[in-house]
């Protein structure tokens, strides 16, 4: 299978604990982007990565949020000093540059209590 | 300010008959939109797509319609079939250098048998 994953597939953890989740994007695909979904909503992009490079940043990752490409490849996303209202589903997808459409993993849910 | 709407929540066909899924945008700079289609606990799948110089695209029942001058666009499937039962997105994006795409808040369409 080379389609996007991403682990875990759910995530629950306690107010103030950190948690990393993890993208395997499609090989040959070399832009990355994160997205959050909560409930009732469609995904809002949080970050995008051309190879390693992070280009943009929604002002909806704070400061608590930090992604990473260290080579082009895989990505991981942390969030620090979790709170309740990071609970959501959080997507992963990836692109070829030049190609519109993005291929979306399975998704991460996170569950803060 | 939400540049992707779908107004319609959700939305019930019987099978067999045209299923109409409704979209509206405010930013006149988007040039590509696209259409994913989502089932409970796996990530959007791309559906179909229309660029900005074309008005209607096509994939077996799949038609997408873009009407620029009133910032619409519309998903028909026809005839619809109970595994269309799904969530779906109308996206948009601007032809910038990484492709962001902003989604609508989603349509829940229930195909009945």
């Known amino acids: 299978d080379t389609g996007v994953s991403q682990d875990p597939r759910h995530k629950i953890t306690k107010r103030g604990q950190n948690v990393t989740f993890r993208c395997d994007p499609i090989?040959?695909?070399?832009?990355l982007y994160w997205y959050r979904q909560t409930l009732g909503q469609g995904p809002e992009f949080l970050t995008y990565?051309?190879?390693?490079?992070?280009?943009?940043k929604s002002r909806l990752l704070s400061d608590r949020f930090s992604a990473e490409r260290p080579k082009g490849s895989f990505s991981t996303l942390e969030i620090q000093r979790t709170e309740q209202g990071d609970s959501a589903m959080y997507l992963c997808?990836?692109?070829?540059?030049?190609?519109?459409?993005?291929?979306f993993g399975p998704g991460t849910r996170l569950l803060v209590l | 300010d939400q540049q992707v709407k779908q107004n319609s929540p959700s939305l019930s066909v019987q099978e067999g008959r045209i299923s109409i899924l409704n979209c509206d945008y405010t930013?006149?700079?988007?040039?590509?939109f696209l259409w994913y289609k989502k089932y409970p606990a796996e990530g959007p799948t791309f559906l179909i797509s229309?660029?900005?110089?074309?008005d209607k695209n096509e994939d077996g029942r799949f038609t997408v319609f873009l009407n620029k001058s009133a910032k619409h666009l519309s998903l028909h499937i026809v005839p619809s079939q109970p595994g269309d039962s799904a969530v779906y997105f109308c996206?948009?994006?601007?032809?910038?250098?990484?492709?962001?795409?902003?989604f609508g808040p989603g349509t829940s369409l229930s195909v009945i048998p």
């Open positions: 997808a990836s692109t070829r540059q030049g190609r519109e459409t993005q291929y």
């Open positions: 090989s040959e695909h070399n832009r």
């Open positions: 990565f051309q190879n390693e490079a992070q280009l943009e």
């Open positions: 930013n006149s700079m988007f040039d590509y």
């Open positions: 229309i660029s900005s110089i074309k």
């Open positions: 996206a948009a994006s601007v032809k910038t250098s990484y492709d962001k795409v902003i």
